[in-house]
């Protein structure tokens, strides 16, 4: 089959990879439907960090269940499923604890499982899935294509957008900031709405950005950044600041930005992957703010999502402004990395 590896700074491949196969009774094949481009794959590559060469790569994908393995019982061949970005059983004592990305046996995607077989990146045209059963999300019947994009974005930036709203405890009435205009931004923006914020403001300085994020909610557009946007939401607040503020970004500026616009007592959500962040802890000790988040147990929110989606009552899919075919995939990086698609949906 055909699938992406990444060989180094800006060097992403479309290669034959063997075909996967049901090595285990807990395994099911999916068919890809449709995958996509994250802003944490612009780690690697960039160079930022480190890869294997020739290594598998993506994890958020939705498709059509092919074969499964004898042990497995809550999803069979012919229906539809949403992958969350990790995979595990769900009935561990951690996975029983609402957080999946930590499963006492799961793993990641395009990397091995505990037993040293191969596990399937997301970025291809089939994916061996292990513990389906704990793992894979399905939908009544098979949704309408129109429908993909809205499916994808639960495999990972709206359950992480929403992990870093309930992160910082996001509640009816509350004035909410979100730094970040990526897709995991935009869907915090959403995610703050549904759950009863009344003004939010988004830090955002492009224009199509920005027109999602009034489209799910956003209240206020802030486009400075640092001190300019830091003055800029604390004259929104009238020099209060902000009950939450949402961190989607991952970078120390972000993260000070976000500190630095919480009101006393503010809560602060995080989700971007942390890098060379320096808290300030005795400020945020002396001004009561709370810190909650981390990587997303986005298998925990798909359920109620899913339902949400096929509700008509969010479309999270507007995040997705570039399409291609898994051979163009390597446009997608680079457009996502220069900026000029906010998220890059694949066709296999």
């Known amino acids: 089959m055909r699938a992406t590896t990444i060989h180094g700074a800006f060097d992403i491949r479309v290669t034959d990879v063997p075909d996967p196969e049901v090595l285990r009774p807990t ?16 780690w690697p590559y960039r160079g930022i960090n480190e890869v294997r060469a020739g290594s598998r790569i993506g994890h958020e994908f939705v498709g059509i269940v092919r074969d499964v393995g004898s042990e497995v019982t809550t999803v069979q061949p012919g229906e539809f499923v949403i992958a969350p970005f990790a995979w595990g059983d769900n009935t561990c004592r951690v996975c029983r604890a609402g957080v999946n990305t930590s499963c006492e046996n ?22 061996r899935v292990p513990l389906a059963d704990g793992t894979l999300v399905s939908t009544p019947s098979v949704p309408d294509d129109t429908l993909l994009p809205d499916l994808l974005t639960l495999s990972d930036v709206m359950g992480t957008g929403w992990h870093c709203a309930l992160g910082a405890s996001v509640a ?14 935009l869907c915090a923006v959403l995610s703050a709405k549904l759950m009863g914020a009344t003004t939010i403001i988004a830090m955002s300085r492009h224009t199509a950005r920005q027109e999602i994020a009034t489209e799910f909610g956003a209240t206020h557009l802030v486009p400075e950044r640092g001190a300019d946007g830091i ?28 500190i630095a616009v919480a009101r006393p007592g503010g809560r602060i959500g995080y989700v971007g ?17 709370r810190l909650g988040g981390g990587v997303a147990p986005v298998r925990q929110y798909i359920p ?3 339902d949400l989606v096929l509700a ?10 570039l399409t291609v075919p898994l051979e163009e995939i390597p446009e997608a990086y680079a457009a996502m990395d220069q900026r000029r698609a906010i998220k890059a949906m694949v066709l296999p």
């Not at 008509?312 to 995040?319: L, T």
């Open 273 to 289: 992957v942390p890098h060379d962040i320096v808290l300030p802890m005795e400020t945020m000790f002396g001004r009561n703010l």
């Open 27 to 42: 395994d099911a094949l999916v068919e890809v439907s449709a995958t996509c481009v994250c802003g944490s794959d612009l």
């Open 106 to 127: 799961g793993g990641w995607w395009g990397a091995r499982d505990r037993e040293s077989l191969p596990v399937d990146g997301g970025q291809g045209q089939w994916v």
């Open 304 to 306: 109620a999502l899913r």
């Open 231 to 258: 003055a800029r939401v604390l004259e929104i607040t009238e020099g209060l600041g902000v009950d939450a503020a949402l961190e989607c970004v991952g970078t120390d500026d972000a993260m000070q930005t976000a």
């Open 172 to 185: 009816a009435g509350d004035t909410v900031a979100v730094i970040g205009d990526g897709a995991v931004g």
């Open 312 to 321: 008509g009552e969010i479309h999270p899919g507007r995040v997705f402004d």
